[in-house]
């Protein structure tokens, strides 16, 4: 509880000066290029927060939780442990985004600061050394692939549950291509003196299709999880559950056309 505390008050320093450099700045267009590369992370961040309460509210309903997803009751995550790394996280986040607002405290390039922000997130999740809560990276990692591989094996409780997560997390792939763009059309411009909002932040003529793409990656886990699911038990129900996915990928196609034929990108 102390370490929790501690980080609650370093983020209420941090965001307090945030806000600060935030409103002080006379064009707040230039730092939009810049803060939309870390729409992504902060989107998960907050997710991370809203588990660790689901999971404080689990306990204090007495719901065994380490049941219904399958956790080892002697070696798990409890809601203080979620809510200390989501603290962290933030405390690391608002970091990140001072020093790329004021990059020459480091003098790092400004728009480094994204990319090094979000390898951190990654070496957290993939590295294989047995720190940082290694067993349940581990339950995720391995929760993720079954997720990815639905059509071919059963489903359960924790790959459906992961599967609705990724579609209220839709927004977070979007910003993960904002960020994945951006260092790819940009790269060579990084090390210069311009700043973010010189420089593109959209895939160019593959924009609209690798946005539509993005936007049907979620519900195209659960669409296949209940066709699994049909080809398992033969209940009806599941088809119909796969048609309220399937709804999707007609809306996202003919929001696509009719953003082309406006001439707009299907993300604006």
């Not at 230039?30 to 660790?52: A, D, N, R, T, V």
């Not at 203080?80 to 405290?105: D, K, Q, R």
């Not at 579609?167 to 763009?181: A, K, M, Y």
């Amino acid at each position: 509880m102390f370490r929790i505390g501690f980080v609650c008050g370093l983020i209420l320093a941090l965001l307090t000066i945030l806000i600060f450099r935030v409103f002080n700045e006379t064009d707040l267009e230039l730092l939009k290029p810049q803060l939309k590369l870390y729409k992504g992370s902060s989107l998960l961040i907050e997710f991370l927060f809203l588990i660790g309460l689901n999971l404080y509210c689990f306990n204090t309903s007495a719901i065994n939780h380490k049941l219904i997803f399958g956790l080892d009751p002697r070696d798990h995550l409890s809601c203080y442990h979620i809510f200390e790394m989501a603290g962290v996280l933030t405390v690391c986040w608002c970091a990140s985004v001072l020093a790329s607002l004021h990059p020459p405290v480091l003098s790092i390039p400004q728009q480094l600061h994204p990319l090094l922000f979000h390898s951190l997130l990654l070496f957290l999740l993939l590295n294989p050394f047995s720190i940082f809560h290694a067993q349940a990276r581990r339950w995720l990692m391995v929760t993720m692939c079954k997720v990815l591989a639905a059509p071919f094996q059963p489903v359960g409780f924790s790959e459906c549950w992961l599967a609705d997560q990724f579609n209220s997390l839709s927004p977070l792939f979007l910003g993960l291509r904002d960020l994945l763009c951006f260092y790819q059309i940009n790269w060579r411009d990084m090390w210069s003196d311009s700043p973010p909002s010189a420089v593109s932040l959209d895939c160019g003529q593959y924009s609209m299709a690798v946005t539509c793409l993005i936007q049907c990656f979620p519900p195209w886990l659960r669409f296949a999880q209940c066709l699994r699911c049909f080809w398992d038990t033969g209940h009806s129900l599941h088809l119909l559950n796969a048609g309220k996915y399937f709804t999707v990928f007609l809306m996202v196609t003919f929001a696509g056309l009719y953003n082309m034929a406006r001439g707009t990108q299907p993300n604006k």
